[in-house]
Every structure is written in structure tokens, then in C-alpha cells.
């Protein structure tokens, strides 16, 4: 199948596979129902309702392994998890299979504008903010990709209820740009650059390089927003064709649209006053920068200067992200389960100024832990590990901090609870991905929270 022009792609009769039965290749897999196309859904994990709930509308699909039947197909689709170095991967390659993205698929049928977000850290709370900013008459938002529904999802929605009025904004990772052709954002908005992910990707640059590829497809009429205080991602995009336009927490760069003083932050065109710093609701440095990056690309689409003031006057942050879940006998429980990498941890330690005790792990991304250790002599009292990574968290951290091993999450809380003084914060903030023993990041945050309100329960 030839999909080298998306405007005569079309995927009627065609035999899509779909590789993965979470919850994009799902919806990848009614997208194409939907069009026409002929679809068989393959996955290697257990028995899924979703393949049922498929199999009414007529999808056929398999479970606990990949059959040869996936390479009778004109294209495959593929879930993010799959990483593309895989045998599956490198077989259908080698039988000429066009081999895309959910996120790919999905903009092919779609002629609303992406503003599309990346980076190692924020990403979730930006999408958000971005969202909220752009909520007006004459932008109906949606969010989609790696936040919210999936993108496949959102578009099938539109089809049967088309919005002209629809912008998508995305929430972009690395994986889901391994495999695209004509992805384009009408604004590329990059937050940041950190080490994440390096136990699927070979190294930083090769982690990187699939970032980069957001802005592969853009041209002059397009836009991309950067990050002018990361040296590595400004170093990054030197070739892109889209107009680059910086933000940054300093004064000293040219072409910002919004600058930042000791008490405001200002609208550098029209030298007028868009809010001043103790109005903004998220605190800490970080949630400035992602202030900054989403006003910034709202600015572009057209976004009132009063619209993006009243939004970062009262946008609050997202659930997982540093979210206050209670407080029990004077001390306070912080859910940052969204923090992934060890980045994301160091940023939420300079976030809070009291004592912590610091529930640490799950699935090691190739972290480096022993970067904590600065954060560790000044904030933590104690780290509490969890999951597959507590060896490791231990042979770089066992002389730097208290370190007591838990296990669970559940163990890790009734520990924290016990050592814990009044004016402590009892912070997860796990540096690792969930899939050691949650389905999702999502999953930890709610149990941790369920498990805080047991404390409030019990005394």
C-alpha cells in the first residue's frame, strides 16, 4: 500500500493490522473499522474484554501472541509500547508493510490544526494549560494522545460530528513519534530535554532524535516553540523549517513574545503588564516555564492576552502531578505519581520546602539516581523504595539517605505514616514507570490516594 501522499491515502478494503489492544490501537482499530477498512487486532497479553467489545462490530483480532496472520496486511498500526526495534517490527519492514504510528494514522483523517507538546517533563500540565487558555468561542479544543482520549478516538468523533471550530491538542512521547510520515503540528511546542526512557532507547541522542521527529514534517508556515533556557533542545531544532519562537525564564533572549521581571510577567510587543507573579496559581520555577511555553503557543492561535492571564490565575495543576491529597496529624501527603524519571522527582523535591520522606520506585527507565543525591542531603529525611528498582535506587542511595525498602506502595505509605513528625510532607514522587505494579501511572496516583484517605480513616 502506498502511503507516500496522505491526501490520496484512503484505506477502504484494505487489511489494517493493528498491533496492541491498549487503549490507542483500540481506538486506532475503530477508526479503521469506520473507514472501511478491513482490521485484525493482534496483542500478546492476556484475555481483554476489548477484544469482545471489538469483535461486536465485526473486528477481528487474537491474544497471547502475534500469529502469522498480522503480515497478511496493506499497513500496520501500531501501539507506542511496541518499541521499534522488535522482531514483529523488523519482519513486517522487511515484507514491504508500511509500518505507522496510532498517532500517524490518526492525522491522516483529520484537517483540524495539531499543536502538538513534548519534552521529558510537564508535558501533562502544559497540555492542560494550553487547553484551558484556548476554551473560547472561537477555539473548541480537544485533548488527545498521550493524555486524555486517544487521538484515533478523538478523530473518529469528529467524523460523525465534525467541529470546524476543533483544534487537537496533543500530548506527544518519544515513542509515539518513532513511526510517522506525514504528522505535522501547525505548532510544535517543546518543553524540555532530560534523560528518560534510555532502558528502551540505546542512548540520550537516540532518545532525542525521536523527539525531534515532531517537527520533521513542518514548513515556513509553521511554528515551533522552544524552550530557550534548554541549551540541548535549542541546539536541537538549528535545522527545522518552521518559525521558531523561544520562551525562557531570562530577559537576555530575542524574539520572546512574553517576558518575565522580578514581580510580572509582560507583553513584550505591547509593553503591557499580562499578570503579575503573585496572581499565578501553580508555584515553582518549573510550572513558570510551562506558563510560558503555553502562553506563548496560545498567543499564536489568536488567544487573548485576557484570556491566558485569567487561566494562569486560576489553573491549578492536574491530578498526579504534585497534587495535595490530604493531611493527617500535621502532615501533608503530595500524589506526584506522573513523575516517571528522576528529573521529574528533582523538580517536585525543589517544589516543596519542609522535611520529605520520599516514596522512590517501580520500573527503572535508566534513570541516574545517584543525581538525586544533592536533593537527598537537603530535603529527605527518608526514602521509602517500591518495586523492581529498589536494588538498584539502593546501590547508588544507601549512603546518602535514611533508606527503608517497602516493597509496595501499600507498605511504603503505613511506613511513611509511622516515621513521619508534623510539618513532614510524605511525597510520591517515584522516578520510575508504573508497570511493575500498576497498569498506568494513573492507577499509582489513585491508589495512593486511596490509601492516604484509609490513614484519615484510621487515625
Keep these: 500500500m502506498d502511503i507516500s501522499n496522505r491526501n490520496t491515502i484512503n484505506i477502504k478494503d484494505r487489511n489494517v493490522t493493528i498491533i496492541g489492544l491498549a487503549r490507542s490501537g483500540v481506538a486506532a482499530a475503530k477508526l479503521a473499522h469506520e473507514l472501511g477498512a478491513n482490521v485484525f487486532i493482534s496483542d500478546r497479553g492476556e484475555p481483554k474484554e476489548e477484544l ?9 483480532g487474537e491474544i497471547s501472541g502475534h500469529s502469522e496472520k498480522v503480515y497478511e496486511a496493506d499497513l500496520w498500526v501500531i501501539s507506542p509500547g511496541v518499541p521499534k526495534e522488535s522482531e514483529i517490527i523488523l519482519k513486517a519492514q522487511s515484507k514491504k508493510i508500511p509500518v505507522v504510528g496510532e498517532i500517524e494514522f490518526a ?15 510537564g508535558k501533562t500540565t502544559t497540555a ?3 487547553y484551558e487558555m484556548c476554551k473560547t468561542d472561537d477555539i473548541h479544543p480537544i485533548l488527545s494522545g498521550n493524555v486524555g482520549n486517544a487521538f484515533s478516538e478523538v478523530v473518529l468523533n469528529d467524523l460523525s460530528q465534525p467541529d470546524e471550530k476543533r483544534v487537537h491538542i496533543l500530548e506527544i512521547s518519544s515513542f509515539q513519534m518513532e513511526f510517522i510520515n506525514h504528522f505535522r503540528p501547525y505548532i510544535s511546542l517543546f518543553l ?6 534510555l532502558n528502551r532507547y540505546k542512548d540520550m541522542d537516540d532518545y532525542v532524535s525521536a523527539k525531534m521527529n515532531m517537527w520533521s514534517n513542518q514548513t515556513e508556515d509553521d511554528f515551533l516553540v522552544f524552550n530557550a533556557d534548554d ?45 503579575n507573579l503573585d496572581k499565578i496559581a501553580l508555584p515553582g520555577r518549573h510550572n513558570l516555564s510551562n506558563y510560558l511555553g503555553s502562553s506563548t503557543s496560545a498567543s499564536l492561535l489568536g488567544i487573548a492576552s485576557s484570556r491566558i492571564a485569567q487561566v494562569m490565575s486560576t489553573f491549578c495543576g492536574v491530578p498526579h502531578r504534585l497534587e495535595h491529597v490530604g493531611e493527617i496529624n500535621s502532615v501533608t501527603y503530595i500524589n506526584d505519581s506522573k513523575a516517571t524519571n528522576v528529573d521529574a522527582v528533582k523538580v517536585a523535591l525543589d517544589s516543596i520546602e519542609n522535611p520529605v520522606l520520599l516514596i522512590l520506585g517501580g520500573r527503572d527507565k535508566g534513570g541516574d539516581f545517584r543525581s538525586l543525591t544533592p536533593h537527598t542531603h537537603n530535603k529527605v529525611k527518608e526514602a521509602l523504595t517500591i518495586g523492581e528498582s529498589e536494588k538498584a535506587i539502593a546501590s547508588v542511595l544507601e549512603d546518602a539517605v535514611r533508606l527503608t525498602s517497602c516493597g509496595s506502595l501499600k507498605n511504603a505509605v503505613e511506613v511513611a505514616h509511622s516515621h513521619a513528625q508534623p510539618g513532614d510532607v510524605v511525597l510520591l514522587s517515584p522516578g520510575c514507570a508504573s508497570f511493575d505494579q500498576f497498569a498506568n501511572f494513573e492507577e499509582r ?14 487515625g
Excluded: C, Y
Design 52 to 60: 469482545i467489545q471489538l469483535n461486536k462490530l465485526g473486528i477481528q
Design 128 to 130: 492542560h494549560m494550553l
Design 107 to 121: 492525522s491522516w483523517f483529520t484537517h483540524a490544526p495539531l499543536l502538538a507538546i513534548t519534552g521529558s517533563n
Design 445 to 458: 496516583g489513585d491508589t495512593f490516594r486511596e490509601l492516604v484517605q484509609g490513614l484519615k480513616v484510621h
Design 192 to 197: 524540555n530535554l532530560t534523560q528518560d526512557h
Design 231 to 275: 541549551a540541548l533542545l535549542t541546539n536541537r531544532i538549528g535545522p527545522a523549517k518552521a518559525m521558531t519562537i523561544p520562551f525562557s525564564l531570562g530577559s537576555d533572549i530575542d524574539g520572546l513574545l512574553f517576558r518575565l521581571n522580578a514581580t510580572k510577567i509582560f507583553d513584550d510587543q505591547e509593553h503591557a503588564t499580562l499578570i
